[in-house]
Protein backbone atom coordinates (compact mmCIF):
# COMPACT_ATOMS: atom_id res chain seq x y z
CA UNK A 1 0.00 0.00 0.00
CA UNK A 2 0.82 3.64 -0.46
CA UNK A 3 2.45 5.19 2.75
CA UNK A 4 1.25 9.00 2.50
CA UNK A 5 -1.06 9.77 5.85
CA UNK A 6 -0.31 9.73 9.18
CA UNK A 7 -2.94 6.75 8.74
CA UNK A 8 -1.28 4.50 6.95
CA UNK A 9 1.84 4.39 8.19
CA UNK A 10 -0.18 3.39 11.57
CA UNK A 11 -2.00 1.00 9.65
CA UNK A 12 0.98 -0.79 8.06
CA UNK A 13 3.11 -0.58 11.59
CA UNK A 14 0.12 -2.80 13.12
CA UNK A 15 -0.29 -5.21 10.26
CA UNK A 16 3.27 -5.98 9.47
CA UNK A 17 3.37 -7.31 13.45
CA UNK A 18 0.34 -8.88 13.57
CA UNK A 19 -1.27 -6.44 15.46
CA UNK A 20 -4.74 -4.56 15.59
CA UNK A 21 -6.11 -1.68 16.47
CA UNK A 22 -7.69 -3.50 19.21
CA UNK A 23 -4.84 -4.74 20.87
CA UNK A 24 -4.68 -3.25 24.18
CA UNK A 25 -0.93 -3.58 24.28
CA UNK A 26 -0.58 -0.59 21.93
CA UNK A 27 -2.93 1.99 22.49
CA UNK A 28 -3.30 4.82 20.01
CA UNK A 29 -1.54 7.57 22.41
CA UNK A 30 1.07 4.75 22.17
CA UNK A 31 1.89 5.05 18.45
CA UNK A 32 1.19 8.57 18.48
CA UNK A 33 4.44 8.60 21.07
CA UNK A 34 6.14 6.66 18.54
CA UNK A 35 5.10 8.42 15.48
CA UNK A 36 6.72 11.81 16.80
CA UNK A 37 9.87 10.15 18.13
CA UNK A 38 10.11 8.46 14.36
CA UNK A 39 9.53 11.24 12.66
CA UNK A 40 11.84 13.35 14.39
CA UNK A 41 14.83 11.22 14.52
CA UNK A 42 13.97 10.48 10.36
CA UNK A 43 13.72 13.89 9.18
CA UNK A 44 16.86 15.19 11.49
CA UNK A 45 19.44 12.15 10.62
CA UNK A 46 19.98 14.45 7.34
CA UNK A 47 19.84 18.14 5.71
CA UNK A 48 16.92 16.86 3.61
CA UNK A 49 16.17 18.92 0.39
CA UNK A 50 12.76 19.02 1.82
CA UNK A 51 13.24 20.39 5.29
CA UNK A 52 15.08 23.66 3.64
CA UNK A 53 12.60 26.25 4.32
CA UNK A 54 12.55 30.81 3.67
CA UNK A 55 11.93 33.19 6.27
CA UNK A 56 11.48 36.72 6.32
CA UNK A 57 10.82 39.57 8.16
CA UNK A 58 11.80 43.52 8.12
CA UNK A 59 15.06 44.09 9.02
CA UNK A 60 15.72 46.55 12.14
CA UNK A 61 19.03 47.16 13.53
CA UNK A 62 18.96 44.38 15.66
CA UNK A 63 21.85 41.95 16.68
CA UNK A 64 20.20 38.89 17.48
CA UNK A 65 17.60 37.09 16.28
CA UNK A 66 15.68 33.99 16.51
CA UNK A 67 13.54 32.27 14.21
CA UNK A 68 11.28 29.26 15.73
CA UNK A 69 11.07 26.30 13.68
CA UNK A 70 14.57 26.01 12.53
CA UNK A 71 17.21 24.64 13.34
CA UNK A 72 20.60 25.25 15.19
CA UNK A 73 23.86 26.47 12.82
CA UNK A 74 21.34 25.95 9.96
CA UNK A 75 21.36 29.60 7.96
CA UNK A 76 23.50 29.13 4.91
CA UNK A 77 22.56 32.41 2.83
CA UNK A 78 21.16 35.58 4.62
CA UNK A 79 20.46 38.84 2.65
CA UNK A 80 19.23 41.98 3.97
CA UNK A 81 17.16 44.14 0.78
CA UNK A 82 18.59 42.25 -1.51
CA UNK A 83 22.37 42.16 -0.13
CA UNK A 84 23.76 38.80 0.34
CA UNK A 85 25.86 38.82 3.93
CA UNK A 86 28.71 37.24 4.43
CA UNK A 87 28.77 33.96 7.09
CA UNK A 88 31.54 34.09 9.62
CA UNK A 89 32.23 31.43 11.84
CA UNK A 90 31.17 32.61 15.78
CA UNK A 91 34.85 32.74 17.09
CA UNK A 92 35.84 35.23 14.02
CA UNK A 93 32.47 37.62 13.85
CA UNK A 94 33.21 38.17 17.58
CA UNK A 95 36.95 39.22 16.88
CA UNK A 96 35.57 41.11 14.27
CA UNK A 97 33.18 42.64 16.33
CA UNK A 98 35.50 43.35 18.87
CA UNK A 99 37.97 44.87 16.75
CA UNK A 100 36.13 46.69 14.16
CA UNK A 101 33.00 47.58 16.51
CA UNK A 102 32.18 50.05 13.59
CA UNK A 103 33.21 47.89 10.42
CA UNK A 104 30.08 48.36 7.94
CA UNK A 105 31.09 44.77 6.55
CA UNK A 106 27.92 43.06 5.90
CA UNK A 107 28.45 40.23 7.98
CA UNK A 108 26.64 37.54 10.21
CA UNK A 109 27.19 34.20 12.10
CA UNK A 110 24.88 32.15 14.00
CA UNK A 111 25.18 30.18 17.49
CA UNK A 112 22.58 27.48 18.81
CA UNK A 113 19.45 28.94 17.10
CA UNK A 114 20.34 32.54 17.50
CA UNK A 115 21.72 34.24 14.11
CA UNK A 116 24.47 37.31 14.80
CA UNK A 117 24.03 40.22 12.21
CA UNK A 118 26.54 43.36 12.06
CA UNK A 119 24.30 45.77 13.34
CA UNK A 120 26.59 48.46 11.55
CA UNK A 121 26.41 47.20 8.39
CA UNK A 122 25.16 49.10 5.09
CA UNK A 123 22.05 47.28 4.92
CA UNK A 124 17.95 48.06 5.01
CA UNK A 125 14.42 46.53 3.73
CA UNK A 126 13.82 42.64 4.03
CA UNK A 127 15.30 40.78 6.02
CA UNK A 128 15.80 37.07 4.20
CA UNK A 129 17.36 33.55 5.58
CA UNK A 130 17.84 30.54 4.00
CA UNK A 131 17.86 27.30 6.49
CA UNK A 132 16.75 24.15 7.58
CA UNK A 133 13.68 23.67 9.46
CA UNK A 134 12.34 21.08 11.77
CA UNK A 135 9.23 19.38 10.13
CA UNK A 136 5.59 19.94 12.63
CA UNK A 137 3.17 16.78 12.37
CA UNK A 138 -0.22 17.18 13.90
CA UNK A 139 -1.13 13.77 15.34
CA UNK A 140 -5.04 14.86 15.51
CA UNK A 141 -4.83 14.83 11.77
CA UNK A 142 -5.30 11.25 10.39
CA UNK A 143 -4.50 12.47 7.10
CA UNK A 144 -1.36 14.43 7.54
CA UNK A 145 1.48 14.23 5.73
CA UNK A 146 5.21 13.61 6.58
CA UNK A 147 8.01 15.68 4.86
CA UNK A 148 8.58 12.38 2.90
CA UNK A 149 4.99 11.79 1.29
CA UNK A 150 5.37 13.64 -1.89
CA UNK A 151 8.56 13.73 -2.31
CA UNK A 152 10.45 10.05 -1.53
CA UNK A 153 8.04 7.84 0.69
CA UNK A 154 11.00 5.55 1.43
CA UNK A 155 11.41 8.23 4.11
CA UNK A 156 7.77 6.84 5.44
CA UNK A 157 8.85 3.42 5.19
CA UNK A 158 11.64 3.94 7.43
CA UNK A 159 9.30 5.34 10.02
CA UNK A 160 7.07 2.43 9.80
CA UNK A 161 10.40 0.22 10.22
CA UNK A 162 11.56 2.37 13.18
CA UNK A 163 7.90 2.25 14.82
CA UNK A 164 8.62 -1.48 14.58
CA UNK A 165 11.48 -1.19 16.68
CA UNK A 166 9.81 0.50 19.50
CA UNK A 167 6.98 -2.37 19.29
CA UNK A 168 9.67 -5.00 19.60
CA UNK A 169 11.51 -3.27 22.39
CA UNK A 170 8.27 -2.81 24.10
CA UNK A 171 7.93 -6.24 24.38
CA UNK A 172 11.56 -6.99 25.25
CA UNK A 173 12.60 -8.76 21.73
CA UNK A 174 16.43 -6.94 21.52
CA UNK A 175 17.08 -8.55 18.86
CA UNK A 176 14.30 -8.13 16.60
CA UNK A 177 14.08 -4.42 17.70
CA UNK A 178 17.65 -3.54 16.89
CA UNK A 179 17.07 -5.77 13.07
CA UNK A 180 14.29 -2.94 11.96
CA UNK A 181 16.44 -0.03 13.88
CA UNK A 182 18.94 -1.41 11.19
CA UNK A 183 16.08 -1.44 8.15
CA UNK A 184 14.87 2.11 8.82
CA UNK A 185 18.29 3.60 8.80
CA UNK A 186 19.80 1.68 5.71
CA UNK A 187 16.65 3.10 4.03
CA UNK A 188 17.42 6.00 5.15
CA UNK A 189 20.80 6.00 4.09
CA UNK A 190 20.01 4.69 0.22
CA UNK A 191 17.65 7.87 0.31
CA UNK A 192 20.18 10.20 1.16
CA UNK A 193 23.20 8.80 -1.27
CA UNK A 194 20.03 9.37 -4.25
CA UNK A 195 19.61 13.15 -2.56
CA UNK A 196 23.52 13.37 -2.98
CA UNK A 197 23.92 11.88 -6.56
CA UNK A 198 21.25 14.61 -7.55
CA UNK A 199 22.83 17.38 -5.63
CA UNK A 200 26.42 16.22 -7.10
CA UNK A 201 25.09 17.69 -10.66
CA UNK A 202 24.63 20.96 -9.31
CA UNK A 203 27.30 23.29 -10.49
CA UNK A 204 29.11 26.63 -8.93
CA UNK A 205 31.65 29.66 -9.65
CA UNK A 206 34.93 28.99 -9.41
CA UNK A 207 35.58 31.46 -7.22
CA UNK A 208 32.93 31.42 -4.97
CA UNK A 209 34.93 29.77 -2.17
CA UNK A 210 33.37 27.83 0.99
CA UNK A 211 30.42 28.79 3.09
CA UNK A 212 33.10 30.21 5.79
CA UNK A 213 34.85 33.45 5.48
CA UNK A 214 38.06 34.39 7.53
CA UNK A 215 38.84 37.78 8.15
CA UNK A 216 42.26 39.47 8.46
CA UNK A 217 41.21 41.55 12.19
CA UNK A 218 43.49 44.75 11.63
CA UNK A 219 43.45 45.24 7.73
CA UNK A 220 39.58 44.27 6.99
CA UNK A 221 40.64 41.86 4.33
CA UNK A 222 39.19 38.52 3.28
CA UNK A 223 42.34 35.71 3.67
CA UNK A 224 41.19 34.71 0.32
CA UNK A 225 42.01 38.63 -0.53
CA UNK A 226 45.73 38.08 0.69
CA UNK A 227 46.75 35.11 -0.26
CA UNK A 228 46.31 34.67 -4.39
CA UNK A 229 47.60 31.73 -6.54
CA UNK A 230 50.53 32.80 -8.74
CA UNK A 231 51.25 36.21 -6.78
CA UNK A 232 54.84 35.94 -6.61
Known amino acids: ??????????TEVL?????????????????KN????????????????????????????????????????SFRIVTVGGKRLKKLNFE???????????????????FGRTLFINTAADVSGTLTCYG??????????????TVFSDFDQEGNEAIV???RASLYAR??????????????ARLLEELWKRVQDEQGMYQTTRERGGMFQRFDILRGLEQDEIWKRDQF
Request: glycine share 4%; hydrophobic share 30%; aromatic share 12%.
Open 1 to 10: MALRTRDDIF
Open 15 to 31: VRSNRSTTDTFITDTIL
Open 34 to 73: WYVQAHTWATGLHKWPFTEGRTSTTYSSTEEWNFEGYKAD
Open 92 to 110: DYLIFKEEQPNADDRVYSD
Open 132 to 145: QFTPAIDLTDETGL
Open 161 to 163: EKM
Open 171 to 184: EHNTQESLVHNQEA
